[in-house]
């Protein structure tokens, strides 16, 4: 009778206990454990998996730290059911366990109860981000202490990355104090993160060069190059930035890809931006090319959101884009290097090593997700402890300094053509005081007031004021051709023959033939307008007008024969006019910037109103005349008759 009731209850444990389960004793470690036995395996999805009364016995054993690829399970996407019987040690405090990431998505069960989830399964399953190594901390029920317990994991795998070899690989799962557990758990994560360490040092290197970059533009807003320098590396800065986030900050995968590669597709045509504009090419049809190849990126993301293309083959398209890409900027500064561009030369070799190694990446990354390459890292250039550099991410590096080294060149180049720019500008505003000077000789009978606005630094508007011993005065006011330095240093050489000439007290007539006689041939085509008027202290004006504008009187232009400007023809004879000024009377000289002014409408100043405000002071008319739109220089001289009985009435 004894035989026969032990014999019954050996018969009841078998009916509770399924089997050939596999099974776990974790009971007997103090510390964390590792469950190193091999996992009921299966795919595809039922609810009575999760159940502790399940049959289990049938399915195969999988290795938890091996992938499906390696197991005779390569490129199983969607759901699968990992089991396993674990011995609970007793316990009085909290225990939890200590679970990696096995597939996109997963959730947890003890006992048919769902315990945990990792990513997302309900409603619907969705591909999610994780930093490589991470783990969930997973409480166990108190109710569970001391028990066996059956511990089964629901997985998802997307199909877009399948036949991916890493998928269904995970770390061992660890049973121990929950305290002990989430310390594991911490310092995976800190572990993890010491593992961008290579990439926060781009972001930092992309920072700092963009910054400086911006503060070259802001200096230069015409350097358009200095811009896309700084786009390009804000841009790289953001792609490892938004890459470290979404890791730290599971997200759907799906989505946060089309926003990496949207702008990983900005950046490179940044990029192309960039090289053409320190090249100081013109937009051609590479540049085209180029900027449709780059915004073909984000494009290809959206064969794998819509399940038409997986991973591997959207990784080798973006390996022919970029590979594309870098031919057509390497062939342009190819072409610039061999014209001894020393940008061109710097940027050479860093951005070819970019272009390579980033397509590398893609292929290396293609031949993972399609089960051929037990890696997707790039190709090692050092491996240590916590982290790995690679050679993509050095071509990254040389092609951040490759822009840092350009951007110091070109501000050293700057510093010195600034420096030797503000040696010249020092030159040309004493060139400047002597086509203008700041002082007019006084007369005793007239009154004379100037008023100059050049249209750059530098003019070439010149007038000369010349005194005689017998009271008479000799005005000279002209224009060279042209504007800047060169048009002034022409002034010069005019004025400095109109001071010789001037001397010899010619006629106005005269002087002009002897003065044009002196400059023909010496004006590289350029030519110089002039007007002479000499007055005497009676109020007696005789003028002679080599192409000049004539001067105003009354708020009409005086009637003058306008002969060629100087240095055209060096026969030309230019004939004089002679008028009287009455007391008060003031006779108006100006330049033609003064009527050639033109507001934003395109309208010109013209000479009526030219006529209408001639009779205002110099300061007035030439102010008036800046305001309604300065296009070259402007220059205005009034002579007001003033004899010495109406100067003392």
């Not at 990983?264 to 045509?269: I, N, P, Y």
């Not at 003031?586 to 209408?612: K, M, Q, W, Y």
């Amino acid at each position: 009778m004894r035989g026969r009731f032990i014999f019954t209850l050996l018969l009841a444990a078998c009916s509770v206990i399924p089997a050939g389960a596999q099974f776990f004793d974790a009971s007997s470690a103090e510390g964390p454990v590792s469950i190193t036995a091999p996992w009921r395996f299966h795919p595809g999805d039922d609810p009575r998996w999760a159940s502790p009364n399940f049959d289990d016995s049938q399915w195969p054993l999988l290795r938890m730290d091996r992938s499906w690829s390696a197991q005779g399970y390569s490129g199983h996407t969607g759901y699968a059911w990992y089991r396993i019987r674990l011995q609970v040690r007793a316990s009085k405090v909290p225990l939890a366990l200590g679970l990696d990431w096995i597939a996109n998505s997963a959730e947890i069960y003890a006992d048919g109860q769902k315990i945990a989830e990792m990513g997302q399964m309900q409603p619907e399953p969705d591909w999610r981000t994780h930093l490589p190594g991470s783990n969930v901390v997973v409480s166990l029920p108190p109710s569970v202490y001391g028990r066996t317990i059956e511990l089964a994991i629901r997985t998802w795998q997307t199909p877009r990355t399948g036949p991916r070899f890493g998928a269904g690989s995970a770390a061992l799962p660890r049973l121990g104090t929950a305290e002990v557990i989430r310390e594991q758990h911490n310092l995976s994560i800190a572990e993890s993160l010491l593992s961008f360490l290579p990439d926060l040092i781009l972001i930092v290197a992309a920072v700092v060069i963009g910054l400086s970059a911006f503060g070259l533009f802001v200096l230069r807003p015409r350097a358009t190059e200095y811009a896309w320098a700084g786009l390009y590396l804000f841009g790289e800065a953001f792609i490892r930035g938004f890459d470290f986030f979404r890791q730290a900050h599971p997200m759907s995968t799906a989505g946060a890809a089309f926003v990496l590669e949207s702008m990983r597709g900005v950046t490179m045509v940044c990029s192309l931006f960039l090289v053409w504009g320190f090249m100081r090419a013109k937009a051609d049809r590479v540049l085209r090319l180029g900027i449709l190849l780059a915004l073909c990126m984000p494009l290809a993301w959206f064969l794998v959101i819509g399940g038409i293309a997986t991973v591997a083959k959207v990784y080798i398209l973006r390996a022919s884009l970029d590979l594309s890409i870098g031919l057509l900027i390497f062939v342009r500064l190819l072409r610039e290097a061999r014209r001894d561009n020393r940008d061109a030369q710097v940027f050479l070799v860093p951005f070819l090593l970019y272009a390579v190694m980033d397509a590398l990446r893609f292929i290396r990354g293609a031949l993972y997700n399609a089960g051929l390459f037990s890696t997707e890292k790039g190709l090692e250039l050092y491996r240590g402890a916590y982290f790995t550099i690679t050679w993509d991410r050095v071509g990254f590096l040389l092609s951040y300094l490759a822009i840092g080294a350009v951007l110091v060149r070109r501000f050293t180049q700057s510093a010195q053509q600034e420096q030797r720019l503000a040696t010249e500008m020092e030159s040309a505003k004493e060139v400047q005081e002597q086509l203008v000077p700041a002082e007019l000789p006084a007369l005793e009978h007239f009154h004379i007031e100037a008023a100059f606005r050049p249209a750059a630094e530098v003019g070439g508007d010149f007038y000369q004021v010349f005194r005689r011993f017998d009271g008479s005065a000799l005005i000279a006011m002209g224009d060279v051709s042209g504007k800047g330095l060169r048009a002034a240093m022409t002034g010069v050489l005019a004025i400095g023959a109109l001071r010789a000439l001037a001397a010899e007290h010619l006629s106005p007539g005269a002087l002009l033939m002897r003065l044009n006689r002196e400059m023909t041939g010496s004006q590289n085509g350029g030519f110089i307008t002039c007007l002479c008027a000499l007055v005497t202290p009676e109020g007696t004006v005789v003028m002679a007008n080599a192409g000049h504008l004539a001067p105003y009187r009354k708020g009409d232009e005086v009637a003058s024969d306008c002969g060629l400007p100087l240095g055209l023809i060096g026969d030309a004879e230019y004939a004089e006019v002679r008028i009287f000024l009455a007391p008060g009377e003031t006779l108006t000289f100006l330049s033609d910037g003064v009527v050639e002014a033109r507001n934003p409408e395109g309208e010109l100043f013209g000479f009526e109103r030219t006529r209408e405000i001639s009779g205002r002071s110099a300061e007035a008319i030439a102010e008036a005349a800046r305001m309604f739109g300065q296009e070259d220089d402007i220059t205005v001289l009034t002579l007001s008759f003033a004899p010495a009985g109406v100067l003392h009435a």
